[in-house]
């Protein structure tokens, strides 16, 4: 559990992403997926990128993924998040087949690979955030 002193930089909870927030929260991953052509999609919208329709719901994603790209993190942008360097700030693929911006978390950085098997990991950082990151498969 991290320390709750340190000044982090919060999500803005819009109205649009308040059921990603709340799920993770609960320690489950939802996606967005278009109800009219069934393709999932992320980053949250209003509409959906293929085929226009407003018509999303949010859905349970498997939680399961690969890693995409990553790179390591030794001076981060914001202060807060020093005490954590050096850390693995990546894009995960989820099964899905949408792509997420994350951090891995449970191997050291210089472990990670390309196309490695993630699976979700909730990271409860304040009582009210709960930030989506990814731990090597079947750890
Ligand atoms: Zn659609």
Not at 16 to 43: D, G, M
Not at 83 to 103: C, I, K, W
Request: aromatic residues 12%; neutral net charge.
């Amino acid at each position: 559990m991290a320390d709750y002193k340190k000044p982090l930089p919060r999500p803005e909870n819009i109205e649009l992403t308040k059921p990603f927030w709340a799920a993770a929260k609960r320690h489950e991953l939802v996606v967005q997926r278009c109800k009219h052509c069934s393709n999932w999609i992320f980053y949250p919208r209003e509409q959906c990128p293929i085929c226009f329709s407003q018509e999303l719901e949010w859905a349970k994603a498997s939680g399961r993924g690969r890693v995409h790209a990553y790179t390591v993190v030794y001076q981060p942008a914001h202060p807060a998040f020093q005490d954590e360097a050096p850390y693995t700030f990546a894009v995960v693929q989820l099964d899905e087949g949408v792509r997420m911006a994350t951090n891995i978390v449970g191997i050291p950085p210089d472990q990670v690979k390309v196309d490695m098997p993630v699976e979700v990991a909730f990271d409860d950082v304040t009582p009210e955030w709960t930030l989506i990151k990814f731990k090597p498969a079947g750890t």
